[in-house]
């Protein structure tokens, strides 16, 4: 008998669709979810309801925070700009996923926004927009002339901290890069794991944590090529995995 996948709940976003709100996830978390063994659930904003929540986090084996065009709400940080690309319904259910898995050790992988969302969740705070601070060089933005193939290449190096968990992959990894906010001041009990070549920080994890890993970068989108995003989503789901063998 096959070992049963475990389940991955990815956070939706607000969308309009055709004129009428909408819940929605990008194809490829869910594919590069599903080629890794785990077995994807989607979650609309509706399910931070208590009683929503509760009752879907005891299937819950791994999370797994997305990227989007929206940013995390300034007060969230302590940040008073106006900020026009808000998901507030995505910033009450991520907050509260951070604090599940935080608390109940489930696996987390936070990708992009989700990665900015975990930095806020451990008190961290974010750059608005880093083309508004000087010193910040890298090509940190896709050009969006491009097709998404190209927008989505790697262009910039990363530098790879010692003692943690990406110290395998040696010194730099080439990733991509396709962002607006960025972390300023890094959250409580996180470890910076990897930098930019102009010090922005690119990669955070929680080390007493069994996974919890934050990437600015995209890994779902070479997640079958990419020797790191591989082991990021292979690490992911397997320790989802474990997760699931021991409720």
Not at 142 to 151: A, H, R
Not at 169 to 176: E, I, L, M, R, S
Not at 181 to 205: C, P, T, Y
Not at 216 to 234: I, R
Request: glycine fraction near 6%; charge should be negative; proline fraction near 5%.
């Amino acid at each position: 008998m096959q070992p049963s996948k475990p389940i991955i709940a990815i956070v939706s976003c607000h969308k309009m669709i055709d004129g009428q709100p909408g819940q929605s996830v990008y194809q490829k978390y869910i594919d590069a979810v599903q080629h890794y063994g785990g077995n994807a659930i989607l979650l609309p904003n509706t399910a931070a309801e208590d009683d929503n929540f509760d009752a879907l986090m005891t299937m819950v084996d791994g999370i797994l925070l997305t990227g989007s065009y929206s940013n995390v709400a300034p007060d969230r940080y302590g940040a008073t700009h106006i900020e026009e690309k808000q998901d507030l319904g995505r910033d009450a259910l991520s907050f509260k996923l951070l604090a599940y898995a935080d608390k109940n050790d489930v696996p987390l992988l936070a990708i992009c926004r989700g990665h900015q969302e975990m930095n806020v969740y451990f008190e961290g705070t974010l750059y608005p927009d880093w083309r508004d601070v000087e010193g910040f060089f890298e090509p940190h933005l896709e050009d969006s002339t491009q097709p998404l193939e190209v927008q989505y290449q790697p262009v910039h190096d990363v530098l790879i901290q010692p003692d943690g968990r990406l110290a395998a992959f040696g010194d730099t990894w080439h990733v991509n890069s396709l962002h607006k906010q960025a972390i300023n001041k890094v959250g409580a009990r996180l470890f910076v794991e990897a930098v930019a070549r102009d010090g922005m920080i690119e990669a955070i994890s929680l080390l007493e944590h069994p996974f919890m890993i934050g990437v600015q970068w995209h890994p779902e989108l070479n997640y079958a090529q990419d020797h790191l995003s591989k082991f990021l989503f292979t690490e992911f789901i397997d320790h989802a995995r474990k997760k699931s063998t021991k409720q």
